[in-house]
């Protein structure tokens, strides 16, 4: 989803809540939830959109101490438009 495309192996979670925030998104897959946050942010005098990729295991697939993975970045409009191919 780094890459602005749709999982392929895991489907939208209807049981999570509407976000309002940029658009949000949430997935479920086999033994794996998964976030994809797109949120409007802003620090100091930069404004951008928070993107990008968090996987949430569950115990039973990814018993040690490691549960989530994160590729959350901050991007321009600009940036975030190339990645995601928006005209």
Known sequence: MVEGKKP???RIDNNEPLPSDGGTTFYKGNGY????????????????TAYGPMIHFDD??????????????IYSDD???KLLRWN
Request: no cysteine.
């Open 60 to 73: 039973t697939f990814a018993p040690g101490n490691t549960k989530q993975i994160s590729d959350v970045r």
């Open 79 to 81: 940036e975030l438009r």
């Open 33 to 48: 939830r998964l976030t994809i946050l797109v949120s409007l942010s802003s620090f100091g005098e930069f404004k951008g």
């Open 8 to 10: 392929i192996h895991a």
